[in-house]
Each structure stands twice: as structure tokens, then as C-alpha cells.
T-cell receptor, first 117, second 114 residues
Framework: NAGVMQNPRHLVRRRGQEARLRCSPMKGHSHVYWYRQLPEEGLKFMVYLQKENIIDESGMPKERFSAEFPKEGPSILRIQQVVRGDSAAYFC???????????????FGQGTRLTVV | GENVEQHPSTLSVQEGDSAVIKCTYSDSASNYFPWYKQELGKRPQLIIDIRSNVGEKKDQRIAVTLNKTAKHFSLHITETQPEDSAVYFCAALYSGAGSYQLTFGKGTKLSVIP
């Protein structure tokens, strides 16, 4: 049972380009959470998704950022027109369906390190 | 929403000594408090957690205490070893309107000096 898979591990984008970050949850998990980690800081919640539904996007910047978790395929975090301040590590975590996250640990992927030049 | 404060931000201890990291949270409805260890360039990994129906939990050299009245919880590492050096994050589960968010503290960089 593979863990949470994120790709790419490293992504370099020029200012103004688009960044697409992918997260494949653990097998059997249908809840996905995205977090952003700025250098020397903790993880900040961005968005919580279930299959085909955004449950909570209160941590997502209102502009340029979007997330989806389609019925088939990985969850995608999309950042349009990237700026230097978007440079960070983006982690996703997954947990099983039908259970509160407090009933089981949220498993984190290895993260995608985005560098905007 | 939830707000989690973590102290200290850096901590250096001699090998064999104990390390204590403290966190406070704001939302009294939070009921799950995990601790994560993150080594440089790696993913956060759960090391221990505690739920609001217990006050203390221990796993070998690691223990966590929870005071719901005061809204704070602490991580205790005894007999520290160099491999304990990492950044440790506390978190609190906030739930509301059908959503569950883990809110993290800003982290404590622990250095264990051989």
C-alpha cells in the first residue's frame, strides 16, 4: 500500500507561469488536505477536499489558487501567474472516508517544493 | 477558527537530557492534538497524539500531556538522542460546519548536542 504520493517533488517556475501540483492519496482514502509550508515556518491549512467536492477552502488565497479532487485521478493544486511569494513546500495529507481525522492519523506526502524565479 | 501557539521556537539540549515543548490552543471545541516530527527536507511524521478524553499518553521516551481547562498540551522527550534532532510541530483539530482542519504551531527546532 503506497503512501501519499506527490509529484513533482521539485518544481521551478518563472513569475507569471502556472504551477500544477499533484497528490494521490493513500489507497482507500478519499479525503485530501493541502498545506503550505513557508521556509522556517509551520504548516498552514489551505483546503480540504473529498472526491468531487471542496469541503473547506478557507485557507486558500482568493485569487490565483484553485484545487480539485476529481472522481478519477489525483487531487490537483493549481497556482496561476505565480509570484516569488508562492515559493514554498506544499504538502498534502489524506485520511480514510467515513472517519473523522481524529480517528486516524493524517498521512502526509513528501511534499512539492515550488521555487518561483 | 483555531489558533495554536508553540514555544520555544528553538531548543538545544545535551544528549541524555529531557526536552519539553509547549503549545496552547484557542478553540475549546478542539479534541485531537497530534505531534509531528519533521526532519530536514522530509514529510511531517506523526509521533504521538492525544485525544481530549485523556490527560496523558506515553510511548517509550515520548509523552504528551493535555490540560483542557487551561487549553495547553506539551510534548516531553526523555533521554534525548542525536537522532531526535528535528523540527517538531504540535497541532489541534478544529471542526466546524462539516469541516476538519488541523491547525499547526510554528514549530520547535530541537537540537540534541552529543
Amino acid at each position: 500500500n503506497a503512501g501519499v504520493m506527490q509529484n513533482p517533488r521539485h518544481l521551478v517556475r518563472r513569475r507569471g507561469q502556472e504551477a500544477r501540483l499533484r497528490c494521490s492519496p493513500m489507497k482507500g482514502h478519499s479525503h485530501v488536505y493541502w498545506y503550505r509550508q513557508l521556509p522556517e515556518e509551520g504548516l498552514k491549512f489551505m483546503v480540504y477536499l473529498q472526491k468531487e467536492n471542496i469541503i473547506d477552502e478557507s485557507g486558500m488565497p482568493k485569487e490565483r489558487f484553485s484545487a480539485e479532487f476529481p472522481k478519477e485521478g489525483p487531487s490537483i493544486l493549481r497556482i496561476q501567474q505565480v509570484v516569488r511569494g508562492d515559493s514554498a513546500a506544499y504538502f498534502c495529507a489524506s485520511s480514510p472516508p467515513g472517519m473523522l481525522i481524529s480517528d486516524t492519523e493524517a498521512f502526509f506526502g513528501q511534499g512539492t517544493r515550488l521555487t518561483v524565479v | 477558527g483555531e489558533n495554536v501557539e508553540q514555544h520555544p521556537s528553538t531548543l538545544s539540549v545535551q544528549e541524555g537530557d529531557s526536552a519539553v515543548i509547549k503549545c496552547t490552543y484557542s478553540d475549546s471545541a478542539s479534541n485531537y492534538f497530534p505531534w509531528y516530527k519533521q526532519e530536514l527536507g522530509k514529510r511531517p511524521q506523526l509521533i504521538i497524539d492525544i485525544r481530549s478524553n485523556v490527560g496523558e499518553k506515553k510511548d517509550q521516551r515520548i509523552a504528551v500531556t493535555l490540560n483542557k481547562t487551561a487549553k495547553h498540551f506539551s510534548l516531553h522527550i526523555t533521554e534525548t538522542q542525536p537522532e531526535d534532532s528535528a523540527v517538531y510541530f504540535c497541532a489541534a483539530l478544529y471542526s466546524g460546519a462539516g469541516s476538519y482542519q488541523l491547525t499547526f504551531g510554528k514549530g520547535t527546532k530541537l537540537s540534541v548536542i552529543p
